[in-house]
C-alpha cells in the first residue's frame, strides 16, 4: 500500500490552491500544515505539496524521466463530469479535451487535468456505467 506521496512545487500557495481543492474533492481531508508545505490524507496514505527550499529547478517537466502523473479513482462518471467541469476555477485545464473521456482509449473513461505549474492528474471512472453512458 503506498504511504505517501510528496511532490515538490515552485509556488506553494497556487499548489495549495489547486491541490487542496482537488483532494478535498477526492475525499482527502487536511492532514499537515507547515511553512513550506501542507499534506492531505485518505486513510493511511498522505500526499504532500511542499516548496523545498532544495530545489534545484523552478518548473515541473512531466515529459522528463520521473513522474509523470498520479492517478486517481473518482467513483462513476457523473462525478468525473462533476469535478473536470469545476477543475479550470481551481487552476487545472483538461488535457486531451478532443477525446475525453476516452483519451485513454475506449475502454477507459477518465479525465486528464494539468495544473498551472504541469503536474498531470489522471481521475478514473469505471467505463461502463450505463446511467450516464
Known amino acids: 500500500m503506498l504511504h505517501h506521496v510528496e511532490l515538490w512545487v515552485p509556488d506553494l500557495e497556487r499548489a495549495v490552491a489547486s491541490w487542496g481543492w482537488l483532494l478535498t474533492e477526492?475525499?482527502?481531508?487536511?492532514?499537515?500544515?507547515?511553512?513550506?508545505g501542507r499534506s492531505w490524507r485518505h486513510g493511511p496514505?498522505?500526499?504532500v505539496v511542499e516548496r523545498s527550499p532544495a530545489l534545484s529547478a523552478d518548473a515541473h517537466d512531466r515529459m522528463r524521466p520521473g513522474?509523470?502523473?498520479l492517478a486517481f479513482h473518482v467513483g462513476d462518471r457523473a462525478r468525473l463530469d462533476e469535478v473536470v467541469l469545476q477543475a479550470p476555477a481551481h487552476g487545472w485545464r483538461l488535457l486531451f479535451a478532443d477525446r475525453h473521456p476516452f483519451a485513454g482509449g475506449p475502454e477507459h473513461c477518465?479525465?486528464?487535468?494539468?495544473?498551472?505549474?504541469?503536474?498531470?492528474?489522471?481521475?478514473?471512472?469505471p467505463a461502463a456505467d450505463p446511467a450516464v453512458a
Open 26 to 36: 477526492l475525499g482527502y481531508e487536511p492532514f499537515q500544515d507547515w511553512p513550506a
Open 110 to 125: 477518465a479525465g486528464y487535468l494539468e495544473d498551472r505549474d504541469g503536474f498531470e492528474v489522471e481521475l478514473v471512472a
Open 45 to 47: 496514505t498522505y500526499i
Open 67 to 69: 513522474l509523470n502523473h
